[in-house]
């Protein structure tokens, strides 16, 4: 039976077919699944899963009030991981501020190491040689940190759709390490992803002997067992249910929105319960202005507690589903950013470019890494920026004299700066404006996104007028977070108001939210708003650049074991095949160019997957699926002629309402 995941929604069946507008609407009612929840499958508002959360929660509190030091590692592959690095950054920033970093500590493990966190890589999710490396690193580190053994490994294992070798190989290793740890020293392991266990993926992992699947099964046992001999919880699965995606497979999409609502909703509340005082909840609520005086009250019982639980997490939730239904108040703005996106992707010279201050400057290069293998994009097609930070410290007390950083130390990633590795990873501001800027042209689209007064005086002063002296019609989108509940930000409208005439060559958007943080330091409410708003604009402007059939990806790169029986799909299913082998046969002919008339060879035919993932990478073969799609049409004979009819006419799904057979 198909993942989850992997399906099509029949709510987006005939995205390729509507306006901006529609498009739009379309992305709004999946994404309101993550709170809804899907057919009769468990989800985030059911009981079964925030008992899992409480549960997880509880167990990481008991430790740190045991005297543990905690190591919260979390990992996965593409956005998964990319999404680890960029919580467990944030969650660091706000216990350096308050202290605790030799208490709890947050890590992240990406396949691939930093060099993915902007841009993907071939093959680096199957590499389990290179998972048990990282997982073994983090062992190590905290055993070289703690002589005295006192410290545990939490371990949050993301895989969106229960399939990723990557985290697999970890937590097949931490299930071995904890059967030889006494109880007190296990480690707790925790595995997060969004299909029901039973469809965890059975093939066998390529230089493995195992499957996810059986993986899944071992943790589950083991947690079974726990259960039964009345043991507290070492081990958790995580895995509410969000229905597929709204463009299939594409699990950047609603499975990481809901791995960022998850991990940070955890987070806050392991913070919270843990040191109420220093860590109180900040949202528009009655309730979290009476935590304090709840903590403090010796009176209260172990009920009492639990009921706290409930209301923290249950408001926490809800404040993200406000910020689902504020986002998409604004569609008719938005649509003008999808309709100029659009129009840049099909004229092949035009560009998107984000620019954006810390948090969510990282949301914008997030976004823009999953458009190669999803969209089948240029390199520098979608780049994401990240403006200074002009307030990093290092000054005096009053202020001055601040120290101003830009690009990766602004991300304060493990591997620190990587720009000297080529153009993809270049992301300072000053990349911006003083090496892309000059070169762009009429058919570009920038987005630039701020949430503060500060960081719209940092715009006005410092990118406006590069922007004004290079303006060649571009299309310019300045994305404004203005938070209702916000007591520093009051003026925030008014500021951009009496300004606004300044900004002749750019259309404003003003995106109001009750709620910014959920702890402070943390605005996972603006990011989580801009990750919705972004991923609208990639999806969009790729559906209207003939990218996307139904709601099926056309072009996605073969980059890893996932993406390659995941395109076999997508060729079976717009092509009426009714053979997944067939389907195969089209794709491997494709790929190394072989003629329909011909028989395909038995050396390529039993080659293993990984073998033609990276046949791909080292010949740069480009349109793998657009071209086996109309091989499969029975309208072409020859791979070299279908890449021609696609020279002549790029757009995609024309072509296929063009030569597809009629089913």
């Not at 809800?318 to 840049?344: M, P, V």
């Amino acid at each position: 039976m198909t993942s989850i995941t992997e399906r099509i929604n029949e709510l987006t069946k005939d995205l390729d077919k509507v306006n901006s507008v529609g498009i739009l609407r379309l992305l709004r009612q999946c994404d309101s699944q993550i709170f809804s929840g899907y057919l009769d499958y468990q989800s985030l508002n059911d009981q079964s899963i925030q008992n899992e959360i409480k549960s997880l929660v509880d167990r990481v509190v008991d430790r740190l009030n045991q005297g543990y030091s905690i190591n919260v590692v979390t990992t996965g592959a593409g956005t998964s991981g990319r999404l680890a690095f960029f919580i467990s950054r944030s969650f660091n920033r706000i216990l350096k501020e308050k202290g605790f970093t030799n208490s709890i500590r947050f890590n992240y493990l990406i396949a691939g190491g930093d060099l993915c966190l902007t841009v993907g890589m071939e093959g680096a999710e199957d590499n389990i040689d290179q998972a048990l490396k990282d997982i073994k690193s983090q062992i190590n580190q905290s055993e070289s940190n703690n002589n005295n053994n006192k410290e545990i490994l939490v371990y949050i294992g993301v895989t969106c759709g229960f399939s990723a070798p990557y985290v697999a190989s970890q937590l097949k290793y931490l299930l071995d390490l904890n059967k030889q740890q006494q109880q007190q020293t296990k480690h707790i392991i925790s595995l997060m992803g969004f299909n029901p266990i039973e469809l965890a993926r059975k093939i066998k992992i390529e230089k493995w002997d195992y499957s996810f699947n059986d993986i899944v099964a071992q943790l589950n046992q083991q947690r079974e067992l726990q259960v039964l001999a009345g043991e507290k919880l070492d081990y958790f699965i995580l895995n509410p249910i969000f229905g597929p995606e709204p463009l299939t497979g594409s699990t950047r999409m609603k499975s990481g929105t809901g791995t960022k609502i998850l991990l940070e909703l955890i987070f806050s509340l392991v913070l919270n319960k843990w040191k109420p005082i220093e860590f109180p909840l900040t949202l528009s609520n009655n309730y979290s202005k009476d935590n304090n005086s709840n903590n403090n009250n010796n009176n209260n019982n172990n009920n009492n507690n639990n009921n706290n639980d409930d209301e923290k997490l249950k408001l926490i939730l809800k404040s993200y589903e406000i910020t689902l239904r504020e986002t998409y108040y604004n569609i008719e703005s938005i649509s003008k950013i999808i309709d100029n996106l659009g129009d840049s992707l099909k004229s092949k010279v035009g560009h998107l470019y984000y620019l954006a201050p810390q948090s969510l400057g990282i949301v914008g290069f997030i976004d823009a890494s999953e458009t190669l293998p999803t969209f089948g994009a240029r390199p520098l097609d979608v780049c994401g920026f990240l403006m200074n930070d002009n307030n990093s410290g290092g000054g005096d007390d009053d202020g001055e004299n601040k120290k101003t950083i830009g690009g990766w130390k602004v991300m304060e990633n493990r591997d620190g700066d990587l720009s000297s590795v080529s153009e993809q990873y270049k992301i300072s501001q000053s990349n911006f404006l003083e090496s892309v800027l000059p070169n762009s042209n009429s058919n570009d689209t920038i987005v630039i996104s701020i949430s503060s007064n500060d960081e719209f005086n940092q715009f006005k002063s410092e990118i406006l007028p590069i922007l004004n002296d290079n303006f060649r019609k571009q299309s310019i989108h300045l994305i404004y977070f203005i938070n209702n509940n916000n007591n520093n930000n009051k003026n925030q409208e008014q500021l951009i108001n009496d300004d606004e005439i300044l900004l002749k060559n750019i259309n404003l958007i003003k995106i109001k939210l009750t709620n910014n943080q959920v702890l402070n330091g943390l605005p996972c409410f603006n990011e989580i708003s801009l990750k919705w708003i972004l991923n609208s604009l990639t999806t969009g402007g790729f559906v209207l650049a003939g990218k996307v059939y139904g709601n099926r990806m056309i072009d996605l790169g073969l980059t890893n074991n996932k993406l390659f029986y995941r395109s076999c799909g997508i060729i079976n299913s717009i092509m009426g095949l009714n053979s997944e082998e067939m389907a195969r046969q089209f794709l491997l002919r494709s790929v190394y160019s072989i003629n329909t008339t011909s028989e395909l060879p038995l050396e390529i035919k039993e080659l293993p997957v990984y073998r033609h993932i990276e046949y791909c990478d080292e010949s740069k073969v480009k349109s793998i699926v657009p071209v086996a799609l109309l091989l499969a049409s029975g309208k072409f004979t020859s791979p070299s002629l279908v890449r021609e009819e696609i020279r002549k006419q790029p757009i995609i799904r024309i072509l296929l309402d063009q030569y597809k057979p009629t089913i």
